[in-house]
Each structure stands twice: as structure tokens, then as C-alpha cells.
């Protein structure tokens, strides 16, 4: 039967979650905010309603959202990633007034959004962990909390906070002097960014390889994981590129950690698709981070290596369908790499580029090529959201194959207006511990000289932008 679902998103993906609704045959809502009013996901969708004019305010209202479904009379809710994605009063919201929400159910998000409480979950159910506090007590008692487990476990230590996600309100401490000072300014920042000024302490596992597993469930309780991504290339705890599946020798530990990631998922009563988060330390130990709640950035290199389509089957769980294959089902077939192309200047602290215009767009394309973007020629990129433009995911028998593929689109890759990440991954690429699978979260640290590039426009590219200059004025600027 065919049935309204809202999207309660934007950017890529917002089209991403559009392009499946329709696919299964059912009616999409797009929802947005007054500066996405040229945005290709309210072309795209079915039917748009507009929230008000933000910027971000109105997508993060739960009370304008809901309303805007029952407008449309939709049944369902997908919500993305970021917003309003892992707030578990949305969720709760949606499942008071009848509103399907795309995801699980509100309990389970409110567990795991709080750290502390996911590590007792996860505690009980023999999960391995990272040494760590519960929540610190509020004010002096919370100081010498910390202090005693910092005496007893040795520096560093990551202080985090307790309701914190997506690589916020996370920062290392190596010494009692940097612990007193940072504890109060690491509480306003978390009640600041999360409404809850909790924090707890981790022993730091210093550069580690950041594994993680896409595990989906229905609800009868059946659970399966689609292989590891490697996400260890980050900048400032946000990740940058993502490997499916991980590249690390020992397949047997992998294995290992596919099937721990799934007794995590077990042990939280989870529903649908999430992401189970480990840390591997240099010696091949193991540790639980976190679950994430939601549909991820980077499912699409998990997409391309298994062919399991992830939002799809998000989808047709929530409307109660079970689970279409099993376990021995899922296959891994090759290596995929996703990039994501920001309007950003890596050379300039990556500082986004917000507010230009994409006058020249040409996208790559071929076997194994993969695009979710949302910018176009003449899209005039707002200031006010993030800065990612398009995901390019790429996929290859070999590692090898995948590497050269990726490096073929990048130099293709043509967006004139703002700067972007395209040439700093086209040196990440090329460098010789990339190519050879030997990369942990210090990366970017330890190989700061990839930043130091020529911002070079080939030949064919600066033709590309003149015949795009000159349709657009509908002159030669150059003539004489």
C-alpha cells in the first residue's frame, strides 16, 4: 500500500532517503527552512512543506516537524543523519501521535545517546571497554572523582561529554594541572551544545584505528552486521574518508569484532540500522566507543561492497516487514571508498567556503562510480549548514583497483567557485602509507605536508568553466 513518509532533512541526504521512498513505491515529504529554498531535495520530493526561515532552528523543531506530518498525512518519519536523527524526544514525539519514526525506538536512543549508560549496557553483556568513571559528581566531589581514576590509570585521558555525539564535546587532558582547568569550561560547553553539562573520563588509547560495524535488526529481534568500515582519517574527531571493509590482515579478528558488534546490538535491544563503534590499539586489543543510532554519513561504501541497499530496508522494517536475508547472506565483495567533498580550503585550516556559487559542476562517472550530492551549476552554497557538497564513493575488486578508481574521479571531479577537499584527498590518495593500508586516527597529525599542494586547474577544466562563463553572460568575457 502506498503510503506518505516525511524526510526530516536536508542536503544529500535528504535526497538520498527521497530517492528510496520512491523507489519502494511510496509518497516523499520534503521538509526545509527559507535559505534551502533552491535545494534539489524539495524539487525531488513529492510534496515539500515549508518550516520556517531557520537557519537550522526550524529543522530542529520537533513540534514544526510533526506538524508538518500530519499536514501531509504522513505515517512515517526517516530522519537522517544529524538534527534531530538520534534526539530520543523525537522519537518519543513521533511515537505519541502515531508517527512511524524511521529508527528505534526512543528508549534505546535515550540509553546509548548517553555514553555512561551505553557503557553499563555494554559492561554487563561482557562487551570489552575502555577503562572509564561513571558521570562526575557535580563540583569538587567530581574533581577528585576525577583526579583519583587519572592517579590510578595514568595520563592521557579523554574527557567527553556524557550526552555528547558525532565527535563533540570530546577532548584529551595529559596532566592534573589541564584535568581542573578543563572539567568546568568541558561542562558549559556540553550544557551549551547538548542541554546536560555531565562528563566522564576514558583512559586514551592513543592512536588507534577507528573500526566500525553496520549492524541492522528487526523486531523480533533478529540481528545481522554487513562487515567493518575503517574511519580513521579524521580531522578534529570528524571523519573524512571511510573504507568498507576494514583493511586490517588478521581476518579472524575482524570476524571477531562483527560478531561482538552484534551481541552490543543484542545487549541494547536495537532495532533497525546502527553503527557499533570500536577502538583498536596498536597491539590488535579491542574496545567498545559507542553505538551510533542512525543511518551514517558513510553507509554508502557498506552499500557497495554487500548490495544490500541500507535505507531501503530501514524503511521497510519500520513498516514491519522482517528482516529479507540472514547472516550467511551477507557477502563482501571487493573495497569501497567514500570521500566527502566539502566547500571547504584545506589549506586554510579547512575553512568552509559558504556563500559562493558553483559556476562550474562536472561529475565523474563509470564503473563503480557512486555520487550523493546535492550541487549543481549555479547553486549558491549557504553559510549557515555544513559544508559537505557531494559524497563520491567509489568500488573495486582490489584495493589497488579501488585506490586507482578513485584517484581517476577526483582528477574529472570539476566544481569551480568555491575551494574544496578535492585536491588535498587527490595527495592523501597518492601518499605511500594510504596505498598501503597503514593508517590510524594520528594521520592527518603525523602527515601534515599533505596539505601542501598546488591548487592547480588543468587545462580542461579552465575550458570547462570559459564555456560555462560564456553561456552564462551569453558573451566571450575574454573576447577582444
Known amino acids: ?136 559528581a557535580p563540583g569538587e566531589a567530581g574533581l577528585a572523582e576525577a583526579v583519583e581514576f587519572c592517579n590510578t590509570h595514568g595520563y592521557p585521558v579523554m574527557l567527553k561529554a556524557t550526552a555528547g555525539g558525532g565527535g563533540r564535546g570530546i577532548r584529551r587532558i595529559d596532566d592534573e594541572k589541564q584535568l581542573k582547568a578543563e572539567i568546568p569550561v568541558a561542562r558549559a560547553e556540553a550544557k551549551a551544545a547538548f542541554a546536560n553539562d555531565a562528563v566522564f573520563l576514558e583512559k586514551l588509547v592513543e592512536n588507534p584505528k577507528h573500526i566500525e560495524v553496520q549492524v541492522i535488526a528487526d523486531k523480533e529481534g533478529t540481528t545481522v552486521h554487513l562487515g567493518s568500515r575503517d574511519c580513521s ?94 547472516q550467511d547472506d551477507v557477502q563482501i565483495r571487493g573495497y569501497a571508498i567514500e570521500v566527502r567533498i566539502n566547500a571547504e580550503d584545506p589549506q586554510n585550516n579547512f575553512m568552509p567556503e559558504g556563500g559562493k556559487t558553483v559556476s562550474v559542476y562536472r561529475s565523474p562517472g563509470g564503473y563503480g562510480v557512486r555520487l550523493d550530492g546535492f550541487a549543481y551549476q549555479g547553486y549558491t552554497i549557504p553559510e549557515v549548514y555544513d559544508s559537505l557538497l557531494v559524497k563520491l564513493t567509489v568500488h573495486g575488486f582490489s584495493w589497488n583497483e579501488t585506490v586507482d578508481r578513485l584517484r581517476r574521479c577526483l582528477n574529472n571531479f570539476v566544481i569551480v567557485g568555491p575551494k574544496t577537499t578535492i585536491p588535498f584527498y587527490l595527495r592523501v590518495i597518492d601518499d605511500p602509507d594510504f596505498k598501503g593500508g597503514d593508517f590510524n586516527t594520528s594521520f592527518l597529525d603525523t602527515h601534515d605536508y599533505l596539505l601542501e599542494y598546488e591548487d592547480f586547474t588543468s587545462e580542461g577544466n579552465k575550458l570547462a568553466h570559459l564555456i560555462a562563463e560564456i553561456h552564462y553572460r551569453q558573451q566571450n568575457p575574454y573576447a577582444v
Not at 263 to 290: H, I, P, R, S, W
Open 1 to 136: 500500500m502506498k503510503k506518505k513518509i516525511l524526510v526530516a532533512n536536508r542536503g544529500e541526504i535528504a535526497l538520498r532517503l527521497i530517492r528510496a521512498i520512491q523507489e519502494l513505491g511510496h509518497t516523499a515529504v520534503a521538509v526545509y527552512e527559507t535559505p534551502d529554498n533552491e535545494a534539489l531535495h524539495i524539487r525531488t520530493a513529492d510534496e515539500a512543506v515549508w518550516l520556517g526561515d531557520g537557519p537550522r532552528s526550524d529543522y530542529l523543531n520537533i513540534d514544526k516537524v510533526i506538524q508538518a506530518a500530519k499536514k501531509t498525512g504522513a505515517c512515517a518519519i526517516h530522519p537522517g543523519y544529524g538534527f534531530l536523527a538520534e534526539n530520543p524526544d523525537f522519537a518519543k514525539a513521533c511515537e505519541d501521535n502515531g508517527i512511524i519514526f524511521i529508527g528505534p525506538p526512543s528508549n534505546v536512543i535515550q540509553a546509548l545517546g548517553d555514553k555512561v549508560t551505553a557503557r553499563k549496557i555494554m559492561q554487563e553483556a561482557g562487551i570489552p571497554l575502555v577503562p572509564g568513571t561513571p558521570s562526575l
Open 233 to 326: 582519517i579524521q580531522r578534529r574527531n570528524q571523519k573524512l574518508i571511510e573504507i568498507a571493509p576494514s583493511l586490517i590482515p588478521d581476518q579472524a579478528l575482524v570476524d571477531k569484532i562483527c560478531e561482538t558488534a552484534v551481541q552490543a546490538a543484542k545487549a541494547a535491544k536495537y532495532f533497525n540500522a546502527g553503527t557499533v563503534e570500536f577502538l583498536v590499539d596498536k597491539n590488535y586489543n579491542f574496545y567498545f566507543m559507542e553505538i551510533n543510532t542512525r543511518v551514517q554519513v558513510e553507509h554508502t561504501v557498506t552499500e557497495m561492497v554487500t548490495g544490500i541497499d541500507i535505507v531501503r530496508t530501514q524503511i521497510k522494517l519500520a513498516l514491519g516487514k522482517k528482516l529479507a536475508f540472514a
